[in-house]
């Protein structure tokens, strides 16, 4: 079956650092992965995915790095902002159906 | 654009009652999902709908959860009688038909005591 993890639970970060949130997959045969974003009390949030066949995709102030050889997808945070603090989700998907790992929680330092 | 509505908010119960769960997907969205997201972990899909039909309900403990889009719109979840391990977020979810990006709703927490 599909698994999805992440390597930490919680990420401190300061204020205008940059953020770094990994997550391990073991299906190799996904078509694309998604990083959402939940704050406490709402639903996840859409942040950005990447199709399969790329390894780098930027978005405004993010980037996901995909390396299938060691099954490994990033994602990066330019300048992480209060706003920032939430529970990070990797999850991969294949048929419109996803399959999320556990959660890292990022706390930004003012 | 409006969101996906779900409610109640939050609910408590006591185990072997019952209770359900209303969803209202984004217009249009063909593709509806029910998740339940036990605190701590990420989202575990529990049925899939492609307007009225269901799709995927593999996950789904068919023992004592039900779902239903009749009209292939809104959509109802429940679960009955409930136990004391299905105290989670019950979360909603909706995209355009073939799309990747599915749109959350707030959740509904659940309590069962």
């Known amino acids: 079956g599909e698994s999805v993890g992440l390597h930490l639970p919680t990420l401190s970060v300061q204020e205008g650092d940059n953020s770094i949130i990994n997550c391990a997959y073991s299906n190799s045969a996904s078509d694309y992965f998604i990083w959402y974003k939940q704050e406490s009390g709402k639903g996840p949030q859409f942040i950005i995915d990447?199709?399969?066949?790329?390894d780098k995709r930027q978005g405004q102030r993010v980037t996901v790095l995909l390396n299938k050889t060691v099954k490994h997808l990033s994602l990066q945070i330019a300048a992480t902002q209060p706003g920032d603090s939430a529970v990070y989700f990797c999850a991969q998907g294949g048929n419109n159906r996803l399959a999320f790992g556990k959660g890292n929680q990022v706390v930004v330092i003012p | 654009e409006a969101g996906v509505a779900q409610s109640p908010r939050y609910k408590i119960i006591e185990k072997r009652q019952s209770v359900a769960f209303w969803c209202n997907p984004i217009?249009?969205?063909?593709?509806l999902y029910w998740y339940q997201q036990i605190l701590g972990q990420g989202p575990k899909l529990l049925i899939q709908?492609?307007?009225?039909?269901?799709?995927?309900d593999s996950q789904l403990p068919k023992d004592r959860f039900s779902a239903e889009r009749l009209k292939g719109v809104d959509s109802t979840l429940k679960i009955q009688p409930a136990k004391l391990e299905d105290s989670a977020v019950y979360l909603c979810?909706?995209?355009?038909?073939?799309?990747?990006?599915?749109?959350f709703g707030p959740g509904t927490r659940l309590t069962v005591t």
């Open positions: 217009s249009g969205h063909a593709t």
């Open positions: 709908f492609q307007n009225n039909g269901v799709v995927d």
């Open positions: 979810a909706s995209s355009w038909q073939g799309a990747t990006e599915q749109y």
């Open positions: 990447i199709r399969s066949n790329m």
